[in-house]
C-alpha cells in the first residue's frame, strides 16, 4: 500500500482475540496482493499470548512494553488491540511518535477521553480510524443502497435487538469485560456502540436519549440495556441489548419500518440474510453472497478483475467484515484520504452512549442538542 517498493509496516499492540482477528485479515489481505503490508512487531504484556501469536503470524519482533514498539523505526502504522481502558495511552502515544493508528472500539470509556484522543491525532496529523466494523458488513451495506435506491420513504421506526451469550464467562472468556475499571461499561458500551454506530450512519443525528440499563449478573457492569432514541429527522428508533447465559449464537437482527417499505436484516448468525418489502410487491429475500456486490461496489473494488482468492479474502475469510474494514483503512492511508470510520464517527457514538448511561441514572431522558 505505501508503494511498489516498500510494504507499509504495521506493529500491533494486544494479540489476544481481536488482535489475532486482524492478523488473519491482514495475512490473507497481503497474500491476496490486496495490500502491500507487512506485520513487522507485536506487544502483549502476556507472555505467552505474544509468542505464540509470533509464531503463528510469523512476526519476528516482540514487545512487552507498547513503548517500543510504538517508538521502533520498523513500524508505520499502530492498531490498539488492548481492553479499553489502555486505548488512550496507547493512540495517543502512537500519534506523538508520528505513526498513523487504527484503535479498536471502544475508543475509551466516556466521549471527552475519546474527543481528548482525536484531538492528539488531529494534532499530529495522523491517520485515525476506528474497529466500527458492521459498516463493512455486506447486509448492512445492501441495506443501505437499498433505501437510496428505492423509495421507502421516510423512516418511521426502527428496532435492533443485539444479544450475545455473557462474554465474561463464555465466549471471549474475559474477565476484563467485568470490570467496569477497565472495560467502562457493559453491553451497552462494550457491545452495542457498534448499534449506537449504525443507527447514526443509516439514519443521522440523534437529539434525544431514554435508557434503563440492569445488572442480573451482579457485575460491576450492565448486562442489559433498553434505550429509546429519537432521531432529528423524528425517526424513533430502540435498542435493546442483553448478554445473556443461553447456549445460543450472538445475533443481531434489525427491523426497520418506512413511510412505503420494510427491512429486516438477520445480522449475525447461521444463514444470514435480509429481507425487504416495498409498498405494492411480494417480500424479497437476499442471501449474504447477493450482498457481497454492494461491499465490491463501497470499496471500489472491481469484482471482474479480481482473482477468486482476492474476493474470498474481502468477503469470506473469517470473521468476513473485519478483512474489509482493514482494507478500507489501509486504502485511505496510501491514499491520504480520511478513514471511514474514523474517530469523529466513533466520538458520535460514544456522545449516545454516555447521554444513555446519564438517562439511566437519572431515570429520565435526556437531550443531545
Ligand atoms: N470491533 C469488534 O468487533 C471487537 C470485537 C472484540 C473486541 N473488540 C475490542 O477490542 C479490544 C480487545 O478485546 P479482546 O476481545 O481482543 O480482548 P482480549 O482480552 O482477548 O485481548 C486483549 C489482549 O491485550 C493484552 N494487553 C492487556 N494490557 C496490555 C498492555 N498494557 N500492553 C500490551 N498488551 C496488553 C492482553 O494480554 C490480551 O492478550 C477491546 O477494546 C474490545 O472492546 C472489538
Given amino acids: ?41 507485536l506487544c502483549d504484556i502476556d507472555k505467552e499470548a505474544l509468542e505464540s501469536a509470533a509464531q503463528l503470524f510469523d512476526v519476528r519482533r516482540t514487545y512487552t512494553d507498547y513503548q517500543d514498539l510504538v517508538s521502533s523505526d520498523d513500524v508505520d502504522v499502530v492498531y490498539v488491540c488492548t481492553p479499553t481502558n489502555r486505548h488512550s495511552d496507547m493512540v495517543k502515544a502512537a500519534a506523538r511518535a508520528g505513526k498513523a493508528v487504527f484503535c479498536e472500539k471502544p475508543l475509551a470509556h466516556s466521549c471527552p477521553q475519546a474527543r481528548d484522543m482525536l484531538a492528539v491525532t488531529q494534532d499530529r496529523g495522523v491517520h485515525a480510524g476506528v474497529g466500527l466494523v ?30 450475545q451469550r455473557f462474554p465474561i464467562d463464555y465466549l471471549y472468556y474475559s474477565k476484563w469485560r467485568g470490570e467496569k475499571a477497565i472495560a467502562g461499561g457493559g453491553t451497552l458500551l462494550e457491545h452495542s456502540i457498534h448499534d449506537v454506530d449504525l443507527l447514526l450512519w443509516f439514519f443521522g443525528n440523534i437529539e434525544n436519549v431514554y435508557a434503563r440499563v440492569g445488572f442480573r449478573s451482579e457485575r460491576e457492569v450492565e448486562d ?14 430502540t435498542l435493546d441489548s442483553v448478554w445473556h447465559w443461553v447456549e445460543r449464537p450472538n445475533e443481531r437482527l434489525l427491523e426497520m419500518f418506512f413511510e412505503r417499505g420494510y427491512i429486516a436484516i438477520h445480522l449475525e448468525s447461521g444463514d444470514r440474510f435480509l429481507e425487504y418489502q416495498l409498498q405494492g410487491s411480494t417480500p424479497v429475500r437476499v442471501g449474504v453472497r447477493q450482498a457481497d456486490d454492494a461491499l465490491m461496489r463501497q470499496l471500489n473494488l472491481d469484482r471482474s478483475s479480481l482473482s477468486q482468492e482476492a474476493m474470498d479474502a474481502i468477503t469470506r475469510v473469517g470473521p468476513e467484515r473485519y478483512a474489509a474494514l482493514n482494507y478500507a483503512f489501509l486504502r485511505s492511508i496510501s491514499r491520504n484520504e480520511g478513514p471511514s470510520p474514523s474517530f469523529a464517527d466513533a466520538i458520535a457514538a460514544h456522545r449516545v452512549v454516555d447521554a444513555a448511561y446519564e438517562s439511566a441514572n437519572l431515570n429520565r431522558p435526556v437531550d443531545l442538542l
Fill in 224 to 237: 442489559i440495556a433498553s434505550v429509546s432514541l429519537r432521531h432529528t429527522s423524528g425517526l424513533l428508533s
Fill in 1 to 41: 500500500m505505501s508503494g511498489p517498493d516498500r510494504p507499509l509496516r504495521i506493529g500491533l499492540i494486544g494479540t489476544g482475540n481481536i488482535g489475532r482477528t486482524h492478523l488473519t485479515a491482514l495475512a490473507s489481505l497481503a497474500h491476496a496482493g490486496l495490500v502491500n503490508v507487512r506485520v513487522t512487531a
Fill in 134 to 163: 458492521l459498516r463493512y458488513d455486506q447486509l448492512l451495506v445492501y441495506a443501505r443502497d437499498l433505501i437510496q435506491n428505492n423509495d421507502f420513504g421516510e423512516p418511521l421506526l426502527v428496532h435492533i435487538r443485539d444479544d
